[in-house]
């Protein structure tokens, strides 16, 4: 059974700062995926990071992939109030009937970062 | 991408009755999923929609409770039966066209209140 552990669930820091949210699976995947999601709000796809040494930004956010170690990394670079939301890895697979060719599998997702950016 | 949306976005309903909520993107996808979302909570997949066949459903959920149809590429339905107050939830359908570098876009979800 796949699992994705994130750490920190929940992190509060101040603005300008960088920080790094961890993302671990258990067994092999073909993708990996973050999104955001602010309250009341549904995800927002940010990166999705689909081989070995993957690295993905757009603007104060970068991701990266490491397959062999099973661990993705999401940094914030010079961290700004409107980042503040709640962060989700997701693996692809993991449920009991993986895909065959070209379809995609659900996602197994980790428990969520609690991002709080202060001024 | 692909452009989710559902209906209806929120909802109140009575224990023992039924929801039926609907997907709809805005082109064709190859994959259709429903998930479900405890308040507070990280998602949980509840099934695969397949066009023209039954729902593959992951471990701990049941076609008779949330039955799935999909009709076709662009359209779906989950219905959660015999409500009770653990099925409140929030419920979010997300589509993927699969191929490489494919994306999985969600819906905006559908709020469920069971009292």
């Known amino acids: 059974e796949l699992k994705v552990e994130q750490n920190p669930l929940f992190l509060s820091m101040q603005e300008g700062k960088n920080y790094t949210i961890y993302c671990n699976y258990s067994?092999?995947?073909?993708?990996l995926y973050w999104y955001r999601q602010d309250p009341g709000k549904s995800l927002e796809s940010l990166f999705v990071?689909?081989?070995?040494?993957a690295v993905k930004q757009e603007g104060r956010l970068m991701a990266s992939l490491d397959t062999k170690a099973r661990l993705s990394t999401l940094h914030i670079t010079a961290a700004v109030h409107d980042l503040s939301a709640t962060y989700f890895c997701?693996?692809?697979?993991?449920?009991?009937?993986?895909?065959?060719?070209?379809?995609?599998?659900?996602?197994?997702f980790g428990k969520g970062t609690h991002l709080i950016i202060q001024p | 991408s692909a452009v989710i949306s559902q209906k209806p976005s929120r909802d109140i309903c009575q224990r023992g009755t039924s929801l039926t909520i609907q997907c709809q993107v805005d082109?064709?996808?190859?994959?259709m999923f429903w998930y479900r979302q405890q308040p507070g909570q990280s998602l949980t997949l509840i099934a695969t929609?397949?066009?023209?066949?039954?729902?593959?459903?992951e471990s701990g959920f049941v076609i008779d409770k949330f039955p799935i149809s999909r009709p076709n590429l662009t359209f779906s339905t989950l219905t959660v039966s015999n409500l009770s107050p653990e099925d409140s939830s929030i419920y979010l359908c997300?589509?993927?066209?699969?191929?490489?570098?494919?994306?999985?876009?969600f819906g905006p979800g559908t709020r469920l209140t069971v009292l």
């Open positions: 997701a693996v692809e697979g993991g449920g009991p009937y993986p895909h065959s060719g070209g379809g995609a599998d659900g996602l197994t």
């Open positions: 990071l689909l081989s070995n040494g």
């Open positions: 082109s064709q996808v190859t994959m």
């Open positions: 929609a397949n066009q023209g066949s039954e729902a593959t459903y």
């Open positions: 997300s589509a993927s066209r699969g191929g490489e570098g494919n994306e999985q876009f």
């Open positions: 067994t092999t995947s073909d993708r």
